[in-house]
């Protein structure tokens, strides 16, 4: 650019300075002029490879890069016109060059007449016909009173007839491009680009009116300063559009802008009528001022109107814009989540109904509902955008992160490899797993994850059902992990369908019952009580594990019957023992509820009218809940205490296998402490397992708690345990669960046979 602007002061002040003086060379004053040429020509040409202006607009600048090209080769051929030849220096314009300038000015009208403009209703078009009348009448009647008149007469003395032509080509372009720019829009062009252009097209047309002054000066030409002014603003408005932003959607009322154009030509006729006239006076000079007056007024009305409407205009659009802002806001909250700003379902449903090579993932939050209870819905509701904004930054630019609901992500992953995309899922996973704090709270998310690739003729359904099933698995196989689709999930699932279905039945076909394993006391193995057991004898596939048919039954609901019914054969049983051996009948037995039987409504009065049926001791009884049951505060923990009430023990089962808190020793009404096995294993060796037992066994003296050691296998262990300070446990190192009637042996003797020694 800046070789641009040198090229034309040199080129200005050549002509300047050639007006008060002969120059010996002027084939100097020409050499720049191609150059100047060439480099609009070579910014024109870059801006029209511009990938983010729309076609027209890149069609244009190719348009006008090729007009600067030709326009380069024209300025040689004049060049050699003017400084060779038996009459040199001439204004000679040869046949060739008249050529090249002729097809200077196709490329340009075509770049011109091409640009995109609104679409038009009949009286718009009339009213863009009637301004382009106006300025082409101005234009041509102003050019030929103050230079075409002179420069015809002076064509009678040898000068060619085609530079004629030429300018007044010129100036025809000048006045298009000014109504182009003026009443039919840039065309998705740089505004000021455009107007760089009309100024510079209309600057070298008035050039042309200094051809009468130069007739004693054959080595100056108009088309020196006016080629100089063409390169110049085509490359000033080339730049201007490379480095200025992609010009956006066009504002509706851009139509409507005040157009000055028609009244100014109407003034420059005014002027020039005036002008004329003065030098006649008399009656000629009154009509002029009169006609000049009344013009005036008239325009002055047709402007004070068009304010007018145009401020009513206004109005209406200000109205429009705020229904088209508040229906632009109904549609994002139809396809975004309102609590984190994602993408909700129905837009990622879209997302994936495009089609193409990709992967999604399913991530759901492992135990949510216990933040959600135990820390607040607010707590809960912040983990969840933090989540969300976590996935949106770490995904690719072409890639999607939604929110299903509640707890509930998806991410869509475009263009990857099989390998690619797994490796993004576990950066995925490592930094939704990062810890975040809200408030006072410090948490650490665990995140299952199910993750699936397209195929063809999937359906955004299928797709995201594979991946429920694959995060499910997730979490079935322990949760805080990823797992990949697999179509032996889908068998797996049909037959726990199927198995389900059977379960919600088996209650009413008979096939439950009970066995209970006997608790005893460290270290002599003195019987202490039992912990019911419920079994499931499947009428095809045997005894089925209850690892396998509880978890099934909370899944699908039928957890509140089977407990139901395990809680009425519990209670029968107690009585019975009760009724049948009075002092030595167990002084605990234990049965275990869900957490879905606690949020039954009424679970408590339940069980208070099956006991007072019954007529058992309730103090004999011990309901075990496991601690991420009652974690926090709700439904659940005020059913304990309900329970508790009425006279049932209560204990935490599998305490510290699940979201601990040594707080929920002191808001849960609990009395005994059940030790998971997996803590209990390690008791033997010098493990974290055994730090943890030897503290938990403190923190219930401190506490006054009873502690029950689960899952004791061997003789080491049970010593183990005593030495620690437990004095319950139950496992198969003492007894194996047994039926009801079995339990009974145990009665005569008060002991296990199968003692620690």
């Excluded at 801006?47 to 080769?73: E, K, N, Q, S, Y």
């Excluded at 009344?294 to 402007?303: E, I």
């Excluded at 072409?398 to 490796?423: I, K, P, Q, S, W």
């Amino acid at each position: 650019m800046m070789l641009g602007a040198a090229l034309f002061a040199f080129s200005a002040g050549w002509f300047l300075i050639g007006l008060g003086h002969v120059w010996a060379h002027p084939i100097v004053g020409w050499a720049a002029l191609p150059v100047m040429a060439a480099l609009a020509a070579r910014s024109c040409l870059r801006v029209g490879r511009r990938t983010d202006l729309t076609g027209p607009a890149r069609a244009f600048w190719r348009r006008i890069g090729l007009a600067c090209a030709v326009f380069t080769a024209g300025l040689v051929s004049n060049a050699v016109d003017a400084t060779t030849g038996p009459d040199a220096p001439s204004r000679y314009v040869s046949p060739l060059t008249s050529v090249l300038l002729l097809g200077l000015l196709f490329f340009a009208l075509a770049a011109m007449f091409r640009l995109t403009s609104w679409h038009r209703t009949r009286p718009e078009w009339f009213r863009f016909g009637v301004d382009a009348v106006i300025v082409l009448i101005t234009v041509g009647v102003l050019f030929w009173h103050y230079s075409l008149r002179h420069m015809w007469a002076d064509s009678d003395n040898g000068s060619s007839a085609l530079p004629f032509v030429a300018v007044v080509l010129l100036v025809l372009i000048s006045a298009l491009a000014m109504i182009k720019l003026s009443f039919a829009g840039s065309g998705h062009l740089d505004r000021m680009s455009l107007s760089i252009i009309t100024v510079g097209v209309a600057l070298a047309a008035a050039s042309g009116s200094l051809a009468p002054h130069l007739r004693d000066r054959p080595y100056l030409s108009g088309t020196m300063l006016a080629a100089a002014v063409v390169a110049l603003t085509a490359q000033l408005a080339a730049e201007r559009q490379r480095r200025a932003p992609a010009p956006g959607p066009k504002d509706r009322t851009s139509a409507r802008r005040f157009t000055v154009l028609p009244y100014a030509a109407l003034a420059a006729i005014d002027v020039t009528l005036l002008a004329t006239a003065a030098t006649t006076g008399g009656e000629l000079l009154l009509l002029a001022v009169c006609t000049v007056v009344l013009g005036g007024l008239v325009a002055s009305r047709q402007v004070s109107a068009l304010r007018e409407n145009t401020r009513l205009l206004d109005t209406v659009d200000a109205h429009l814009r705020q229904l088209r802002d508040y229906q632009e806001k109904l549609d994002h909250e139809v396809t975004h989540d309102p609590l984190t700003g994602m993408p909700n379902r129905t837009l990622f449903t879209s997302a994936l109904a495009a089609g193409g090579s990709f992967h999604v993932a399913l991530l759901d939050i492992d135990d949510f509902k216990v933040i959600n209870d135990r820390l607040g819905h607010s707590t809960g509701d912040q983990m969840l955008r933090t989540i969300g904004d976590r996935l949106s930054a770490a995904i690719g630019p072409g890639d999607v992160a939604a929110r299903l609901g509640g707890d509930e992500f998806t991410v869509l992953l475009t263009g990857r490899t099989h390998d690619e995309a797994e490796n993004l899922l576990t950066e995925l996973l490592d930094v939704v797993r990062q810890p975040l704090v809200v408030g006072r709270f410090e948490m650490t998310p665990r995140v299952s994850m199910g993750a699936t690739a397209a195929v063809d003729g999937d359906t955004p359904e299928e797709l995201l059902r594979r991946g429920d099933v694959a995060m499910y698995a997730a979490k079935s196989a322990g949760g805080d992990r990823r797992t990949w689709f697999d179509p032996l999930m889908d068998e797996l699932a049909a037959t726990e369908a199927v198995l389900g279905a059977q379960l919600q039945q088996a209650v009413g076909r008979d096939e439950l019952f009970m066995l209970y394993q006997p608790i005893v006391e460290l270290p002599d193995g003195r019987f202490a009580g039992v912990e019911a057991l419920v079994r499931w004898r499947h009428p095809e596939h045997g005894l089925v594990s209850p690892g396998v048919f509880i978890p099934l039954a909370e899944r699908t609901g039928s957890i509140v019957e089977v407990g139901r019914w395990v809680l009425e054969q519990v209670v029968r049983q107690a009585a019975a023992w009760q009724r049948e051996y009075g002092e030595r009948a167990p002084a605990k037995v234990s049965f275990n509820i869900s957490a879905r039987q606690l949020q039954e409504p009424g679970f408590a009065g339940e069980v208070a009218a099956l006991l007072a049926r019954e007529g058992v001791d309730p103090a004999r009884l011990v309901a075990e809940v496991t601690e991420t049951a009652v974690l926090g505060t709700g439904t659940a923990l005020d059913t304990v205490k309900a329970l508790n009430a009425l006279g049932l023990r209560i204990a935490l089962d599998d305490f510290g296998t699940g979201a601990s808190s040594l707080s929920l020793l002191v808001d849960c009404p609990a009395q005994i402490l059940k030790v998971d096995k997996s803590f209990v294993d390690g008791v033997t060796t010098a493990s974290p397992q055994a730090v943890i037992v030897d503290n938990l066994i403190r923190i219930t003296g401190g506490l006054r708690l009873e502690a029950v050691a689960e899952g004791v296998e061997t003789a080491e262990q049970a010593a183990r345990l005593h030495q620690l300070g437990y004095r319950l446990a139950q496992g198969f190192h003492f007894a194996r669960p047994m039926p009801g009637e079995d339990v009974a042996l145990l009665f005569e003797t008060a002991e296990v046979s199968r003692s620690v020694s």
